[in-house]
């Protein structure tokens, strides 16, 4: 696997430019080309001013916000249309180490019909989420988009990321369909990347310390939405029992920790039917 055969996308949304600017420090230089979504940004002359750093730099703008799984739907079409076999995809405050495609690069071609090659995440400030194999790499079910390096093939053949559910599980849906047509997605023990989950924070809950995201209500309603209508969509009754009791948990954490609790409980009860009831209707 030649590296010039990847291509990075980054989505960006009102992003911190100092934090963009890093991102695309580290990544620019790694790949041929870079190509931005950005979802209707406030500070859009901010980004197009930083961009304008980056000869190898593309800008794809939206009006409006229109999630991430149609973003990345954008992106892996201009990686298709422009000739690239993978794209490595970057939430906007997502980090790269320098040697980050270097590292990743042997792993795509590792078995036949790898679909996805994923590092391991470390959150800013709760450390590793998530996956942290103790072998060279691992299967896993699911990886989180930011730093997962996708096949376009692979995207384009199980019919891309699925627009309707805007934000939230959109990647771990995305991984079922890639498992399910008999694609690898796996995780490499040696390549970490540093991202950001919203504004995680360390909370103690009786004997256990909890992670409480302190996610906006906005977020919030597609998250509990999500939680249930993934799992209904493909019937994985296990996993919707799961995102019931997760979406309780998540009423909990915002009624002993979160600020705007209001908002937040209506947004999660919101979600929590609706994503019910467009589950059950297939």
Request: hydrophobic share 35%; proline share 2%.
């Amino acid at each position: 696997m030649d590296e010039q055969s990847v291509c990075a996308g980054i989505v960006s949304f009102n992003p911190n430019i100092k934090r963009l600017q890093e991102n695309l420090e580290t990544i620019h230089t790694q790949v041929q080309e870079v190509a931005v979504f950005d979802n209707g940004s406030v500070n859009l002359a901010e980004v197009e001013t930083l961009l304008d750093k980056y000869p190898n730099a593309c800008l794809i703008k939206s009006d409006e916000n229109k999630g991430i799984a149609t973003a990345l739907n954008y992106l892996m079409q201009w990686g298709r249309e422009h000739g690239y076999s993978w794209m490595v995809s970057l939430d906007q405050d997502s980090v790269c180490d320098s040697g980050f495609i270097e590292k990743m690069a042997p792993y795509l071609k590792v078995e036949n019909n790898i679909g996805i090659a994923a590092p391991v995440i470390v959150e800013r400030n709760v450390g590793v989420v998530g996956h942290n194999p103790e072998d060279d790499y691992a299967h896993v079910n699911t990886c989180i988009t930011s730093g997962s390096i996708t096949s376009t093939e692979a995207w384009r053949k199980i019919g891309g990321y699925d627009n309707s559910m805007f934000i939230d599980s959109v990647d771990f849906e995305f991984c079922y369909r890639m498992r399910k047509s008999g694609y690898g997605v796996i995780q490499v023990s040696s390549v970490r990347l540093v991202h950001e989950l919203g504004n995680s924070k360390k909370r103690r809950f009786l004997f256990w310390k909890v992670d409480v995201t302190g996610h906006s209500a906005f977020r919030k309603y597609y998250i509990a939405r999500n939680n249930v209508y993934y799992p209904l969509k493909h019937r994985l009754w296990l996993h919707w029992v799961r995102g019931n009791l997760r979406n309780a948990w998540l009423i909990i954490l915002v009624l002993l920790y979160e600020a705007d609790k209001r908002d937040k409980i209506s947004s999660l009860g919101k979600g929590w039917s609706d994503g019910n009831k467009r589950g059950f209707k297939g």
